[in-house]
């Protein structure tokens, strides 16, 4: 896997995280205030949409996460 599909991954990962954890009618509800990481989560994409830097992508570059190959690239795999 790529960069970009590791940082789809953990984006949307935030987004159900907090739903399940801010929602008051999930069985996992803790407090509404976790919903504030599904706004944490929008306001990042948005910015590194717009500046082109993501820290998530920094950090997976420096695991050694391959770059290259978008996540909705047709064609070859590239994992």
């Known amino acids: 896997m ?6 789809r991954i953990l984006a949307g990962f935030v987004v159900m995280l907090s739903l399940a954890l801010g929602v008051e009618g999930s069985p996992l509800f803790i407090n509404k205030w976790f919903l504030a990481l599904t706004a944490f989560a929008g306001f990042n994409l948005f910015q590194s949409g ?5 820290p998530p ?23």
């Not at 695991?63 to 047709?74: H, I, K, M, S, W």
């Open 57 to 79: 992508a920094f950090l997976f570059r420096k695991l050694g996460v391959p770059e290259g190959g978008g996540a909705c690239a047709t064609g070859k795999r590239s994992d």
């Open 50 to 54: 717009i500046t082109g830097f993501c």
């Open 2 to 7: 790529t960069v970009e599909r590791y940082i």
